[in-house]
């Protein structure tokens, strides 16, 4: 099946400063790959996602780059503020015109924003 | 602005009682989906529905869980009996998969926090 890593676990930038998280899969046939947001007490919000037949994808300080040669894609926040500060969750999926939809997560990264 | 309601939020109960989890997806979508997540796994996936009828439970320990869709506003997991490993952080989703879209955005409900003592 199915298995995604997500580095760094842990992540702790200056306010104004640009922050990167990394994912790998293994699974080639995968081809949705959406970025989750969450806060605590809160359940894990979509920030973006990118679909397989697309490089990269942007939504005003947040971008997604996607490499399936290398099965790899990436969550670039910049101008980083104060209220970036949250775990984000990667996640990857094959879906199948039988309905089949199963997103397995990254183990999240704990970004910090420094003011 | 629609979301996934999940209630309870807390539940705290005694290791070998029932406990019941509800779900309320967004009026509209096709897909439910149940996830857990802990410390130690991150997010799992427990069970998944797709136009109200069970498609994948393979994550699911059948011995004491069951995911139900008594219609298609209510989505219900219930664990019998619980034990403490079961005490983890249980999120509803939905999501609406189109023959022209194989993979939606999933919406979460903010979770209930089971603890079994």
């Known amino acids: 099946g199915e298995n995604v890593e997500q580095h760094p676990s842990t992540l702790s930038v200056q306010e104004g400063d640009s922050a990167v998280i990394k994912c790998t899969y293994s699974?080639?046939?995968?081809?949705?790959f959406p970025w989750y947001k969450q806060e605590l007490g809160k359940g894990p919000q979509l920030i973006i996602d990118?679909?397989?037949?697309?490089g990269e994808k942007k939504d005003q300080r947040i971008a997604v780059t996607l490499n399936k040669t290398a099965k790899h894609f990436s969550l670039h926040i910049t101008e980083t503020q104060p209220e970036d500060s949250a775990v984000y969750f990667c996640a990857a999926s094959r879906g199948t015109n039988q309905g089949a939809q199963k997103l397995v997560f990254g183990q999240g990264t704990r970004l910090t924003i420094n003011p | 602005d629609a979301r996934v309601t999940q209630t309870p939020r807390h539940k705290v109960t005694e290791m070998g009682q029932e406990v019941t989890m509800r779900c309320q997806p967004i009026l509209g979508h096709n897909t439910v989906f149940w996830y857990r997540q802990t410390m130690m796994q991150g997010l799992e996936l427990l069970a998944y529905?797709?136009?109200?009828?069970?498609?994948?439970d393979s994550g699911m320990p059948k011995d004491r869980f069951s995911a139900e869709m008594p219609d298609a506003t209510l989505a219900t997991l219930k664990i019998q009996p619980s034990e403490p490993r079961d005490s983890a952080v249980y999120f509803c989703?939905?999501?609406?998969?189109?023959?022209?879209?194989?993979?939606?955005?999933?919406?979460f409900g903010n979770g209930t926090r089971l603890t079994v003592t």
């Open positions: 989703a939905s999501g609406s998969l189109t023959v022209s879209s194989y993979n939606s955005p999933l919406h």
């Open positions: 990118i679909r397989s037949n697309v």
């Open positions: 699974d080639s046939a995968s081809n949705y």
């Open positions: 529905f797709r136009n109200r009828a069970p498609l994948d």
